[in-house]
Structures are given as C-alpha cells and as structure tokens.
C-alpha cells in the first residue's frame, strides 16, 4: 500500500509528543562504549509503543545545540525494577540505551544520577499491532536491538503498551538474531532471553556467538524459520546499520518473508519540520518512490518499499 500522507502521520504522532524536564535515574555502562540511561517521565513511559523514539537534549547546553533521537528500549514501573510492571499508564520510568560515537553521546555518558535531561515524545509511528504471525525474527546490528525488546515481549503476551494498551497477535516464537563487531559490543542480552526470546549472536572478529553477520545467522535458521509453513507465519523487523538493514531486506525478498525495517536516520528536529531525516520510500500504486520523513512517516517502514543504496 501508498506511504500515509505526511499530514496525517505527523498529526497522529508529532502532535501527541510530550515534552517535559525529567530525571535521570541511572546512566550505567552496559558495555564497550555502550550506556543505559532510565530516566523518570510518566506521559512519556505511558503512551510509548513499541518501535518509537524520543528525542533527548542536554539542559543549559549550546554544545551540542540540537536534540538527538534514541529508540525507547523498555518502561517500567518503578525506578529499580527492570521489568515492565503495572498498566502502561502507571508506568513512570524510560529506558534508552546508546553508543557513545559522537559529541551528544559523548557529553551524556557524563551526565549523573540526579540531574535532569530535555525530553520529548514519543515519536514516530512504531511498529504496528498487526500482522498476525506465529514467529517473529528480530535482526539487531551494533545497537538496533534498543528498538525491538518491547516489540518481542508484546508480541509474547509480556507487556503491554500504549495510553489505552493495544491487543496484538500473540506470537508462538520470537527468535533474536544480533551482530556486532566484537563481543564486547553486546549489552544487556539478558533482557532478552529474561523475556523468553531465542538469542543467536554474531560477531565479526569471531569472539561470541558465531562468526560472521546476522545475515550468517538468517541462512543458519534457514527453512527453520517456518518449520514446513507458509511463509506468510514469519515476520521479521530488524534495525541497525543501513547495509545491514539492506542486506536483511534482500535476504527476506528473496524468500517472500514480510520483513520491517525501522530506519536509523540523523535527525534535527524529530517532529517532521526540518527534513534533514528524509528516506526514498516506493509508492507500491504508481510504481514511484517520493521522500518521506523518518521522524513522522517512520522510523518503521515495509523492507520492501526502501529505496536502499547501491
């Protein structure tokens, strides 16, 4: 189907954000140049689904001026508990997880316990509540796993989301496949396997999991994927890297497995003003492709309707 028109998908997500000054928790090195910061905002916590983001700004900095956009990894309901407890709407607290690679990231691995962050959301639209499926794949590289935990929980009856908590297809199976350069870059693969989901790792240099990528990991699960089904039983969603993303979506293509994407594009403003985060997405009735925002058409995307690089 048609990418929605930007008026409507900006309406439905950027217009609901909320912004507010919150707390900070903790902000704990996880692994190799990898932090997990919670951080207290109830109206965020509340309404997130899973997929969305919230843009985060240093208070009473020019340097860095703008914002920067992190992948909401989990909520929860009280500040030392790591497990979604509670109706979503007495959630309070946020998880992001984030590689320092940059002067944001840089400067918040600095930031204590105690001080507050400028956060808005969330934002974009997340991943949807349907198809059904009976086995979700997610597919992690570097850090992408940050926006498929919930995902994997909702879809096993282990969480719950939204200001009025959505039904989903429950699904028999959520397998996990994740690559990184090294093993030292995997942090807190223990949420995953805590909330029941198949972890299969990858690395480059060989030193955890298997070596090789994610796409190693895929042609591993092979035929398994359905176990004799069709293939319309299997859904895979995956972010990371954009080579990654592109290789994964060929990968899918090639097998006719539904397969959704959520981008990793540089953003300025996160609710769809500025256009620095613009991705070509294919118009699936004209045979087109035209820009879309990823801050408020995305970040999620059909694989198949990306116009990926070369």
Known sequence: MAAA??????????????????????????????????IECPEIAAATLPGQFAMLRIPDRNDPLLARP?????????????????APADRRFVDFIYLVHGK???ALQEIRAGSEMVVWGP??????????TDHLVLVAGGIGQTALLALGRERL???????QPR??????????CWGARSGAMFGAVEDFRAAGIDVHLATLD???????TVIDLLDDLGAGLNDGQSTASTLVACCGPEGMMAAVARWTAERRIRCQVSLEAPMACGVGICFTCVARVRDLI??????RRTCVEGPVFDAGTIVWDD
Do not use: K
């Open 206 to 212: 060989g030193s955890a999991g298997r070596r090789g």
């Open 104 to 106: 944001f990231t840089t």
């Open 157 to 163: 009856g282990g969480g719950r989301y939204g200001l």
């Open 5 to 38: 028109p930007m008026h409507q998908t900006a309406a439905c997500y950027a217009d609901a954000a909320h912004f507010t000054t919150a707390r900070i928790v903790f902000n704990t090195r996880i692994a190799e140049r990898t932090h997990r910061i919670r």
């Open 167 to 176: 039904s989903v297809p429950a699904a028999s199976r959520v397998t996990l």
């Open 70 to 86: 992190l992948a909401v990894y989990e909520t929860f309901l009280a500040e030392d508990d790591r497990q979604p407890a509670g």
């Open 123 to 132: 934002l974009g639209n997340g991943f949807a509540a349907t198809p059904a």
């Open 286 to 291: 004209s045979g087109g492709w035209d820009y």
